[in-house]
């Protein structure tokens, strides 16, 4: 009778598997994020990060051809509606150029924003994304070495990415503003109404405001508050795409759309100065 | 289980985690990609056994996150639970074609899934929902996908033990 102990043995190898899970797993949520088990993660992250990032560029021209294939159809029309474009943005291009002129006096008339005046950013590269499809992470080629910290924001020229929530010594985490996790303090560029735009791991954001009756429209510019301590005051976060009231007629649905095209982010900005805990205490002050 | 398949297995699941990271999503289909770990775990735990399938599904799952940023173990525990679950099913189904890891596949994605997202959000990591359908039965199907490939391909490194082969003698004329 071979089959009994084989058939304890397997039962025994199920058992410790998954104590040895549920184990690691408790040990890893009550630590802290300096904790061993973080740290072995951090350090993981470090090691495959440029080997993922090495493969992202060898895979990335095969991606590119398979996709092109894909649109091979659509691409004399395409062709025909950019040079039409083409015309049209040199027409554009001799406008802006006059503009600039102008705009460069008025932004130093305004002064800008004190706040956007005293951002100091590090450039870093993406070299890793979320390796499940519940959240939306990117990993980033700059750590506690760059002076980079914890709730740090991350930005590019056209808005607010998102901000760290793990920092390793050469790489982080990015939680971006589409994860439903997200939560970012936000007002009205128009209106100035507050509020809490949420990440719903789509491709919109959710606005939640202070009134229910805020005077929002849609086509407003949503930008960050600085409320919450994390985020600088004045990013650019998306433009409202939909405000819709729920059947019971009492609320109301906002959409934002964001600025940054995350599908398309290479590289991005860490806003090093002012750091997350600055912003608190000039909050609380 | 030979030792020779245990070789194959153990570089299998080491060569999945390097795709997964790196090459995998560069191929997303509809903001999904497959997961390839749990693909093998579920193909094991059908050739292998449940307890293969599901230390198989450990390993690659401790991989996947001790090198990623997320919850340590929770991706551990739900793929040993899927490709366990998987292996023990097996059984309630009459066939042994293509069809037995296709439709095992699919419903160990869901289950996956599922219990992943479950798991998150009593460790207070995740809100409901956001358990999107779409999501779901995106990388079901594209796991179906990559299970044509990998099946076929695992079956071919099967090393039978010595013990396992049948040795065909002339009957005694006794």
Known sequence: MPAAPRSNRNRIILVVILVLCVTIVTLYVRESDKGPLHKIQNFFLDLVSPVSNAFAKIFRPIKDGVVNLFHLPSLSKERADLQKQVAE?????????????????LKRLLHWTEGQAEIETVGADIVGQSPNNWQRLMIINRGSSSGVKKYMSVVTDEGLVGRLISVGSRTSVVELITDSRSEIGTRDQRSR?????????????????????ADLQAG???????????????IPVGKISKVTKRSSGLTRYVEVKP??????????LVVITPEPESIILRESQ | MSRNRQIFLMV??????????????????????????????????????PVAGAVVGFCGGMLQDIASPQVMGVSALTKTLAAFGAGMMKDFFMTYS???????????????????????????????????????????LYNVLAVLVVYPFMRRFKFPQKEDSVVLTKPSKS
């Open chain 1, 89 to 105: 943005l040199q027409r554009q291009r001799i406008e802006t150029k006059e503009m600039e002129s102008s705009l460069e006096e």
């Open chain 1, 193 to 213: 109404e507050t509020g809490v735009v949420e990440g719903k791991n789509d491709s919109t954001l959710r606005l939640n405001t202070m009134k229910e009756d």
């Open chain 1, 220 to 234: 407003d510019v949503v930008e960050t508050s600085g409320l919450g301590g994390t985020c600088p005051p004045g």
């Open chain 1, 259 to 268: 600025y940054v095209q995350f599908s398309k982010l290479d590289k991005v």
């Open chain 2, 12 to 49: 299998i699941v080491v060569l999945a985690f390097v795709l997964q990271l790196s090459v995998l999503p560069q191929f997303k289909m509809l903001g999904v990609q497959p997961d390839l770990i749990l693909v093998i775990a579920v193909v094991v735990a059908v050739q292998d056994g």
């Open chain 2, 98 to 140: 293509i069809l037995l890891p296709v439709v095992l596949v699919f419903l160990a994605t869901i289950f996956e899934m599922a219990l992943h997202q479950g798991a998150m959000v009593v460790l207070g990591q995740e809100q409901l929902p956001p358990f999107r359908i779409v999501t779901v039965l995106a990388e079901s």
